[in-house]
């Protein structure tokens, strides 16, 4: 897989920046803390049909945080990919992931009052702003 | 799965302009043109990873069309959910469709020039922008 090509920073920069993924290939993605702890992954990726934004990150927070396999809807500004890692960091401590308002059903996420919540929680804009 | 309440206009309303769905449910999901005939499925969502933003549905357009498996860009915002059909309506002729601009292979969905080209195709703005 090696390219025969050196790969540039600005081309990097550039595939980075400009890079599209099937959302299908988001599942299953790793999430790290910024020292590089296993946090958890991604289990579906939930978009806005009207805005076609991407809403949330579903995740598990499995081993390291021990929270099983309860599932958390992270703002999909909050991850960051990282091309090293192969995967996204959050950077997030553990007792923010697991305070984080929570929801009982998939239709909860649609709801404005508990995004509005969600957001605030993590201290930035909600992504239909 | 008959709804105990009846739903109002503006419940409905409401639900489509907020509702929130899994990519992965979205993959399979049926195209029609608004005559109601049968176009093909979306294959994949394609998602930009820094704006967060949807950016395209890979559509097949199988029986209807005749383009057997090729894979078609659509710009996000050319398809509309149309519940009652339960899939997504393009208003385009087949002609428009067959004859837009194609790919080689995924990354050059990335390439902005690319990107501008079946933007401009399509007569809308780049999801980028």
Known sequence: MA???PQTQSTL?????Y????????NG?????????????????????LSGK?????ATFGGFLGLGQSR???????????TGKSGYVVNLDADTLKKAPRYENEAE????????????YYGIPPYWL
């Open 3 to 5: 390219s025969p090509i």
């Open 72 to 82: 958390y809807a992270l703002p999909w500004s909050v991850l960051s990919y990282d």
């Open 13 to 17: 920069e550039q595939r980075e920046t």
């Open 109 to 120: 996420l649609s709801d404005r009052e508990w995004g509005t919540r969600l957001h605030d």
């Open 29 to 49: 993605t790793n999430i790290y803390n910024p020292k590089g702890d296993h946090l958890g992954e991604v289990d579906e990726v939930m978009i806005d049909k």
């Open 19 to 26: 890079s599209l993924i099937g959302a299908n290939k988001v």
């Open 54 to 58: 991407v809403a949330y990150a579903v």
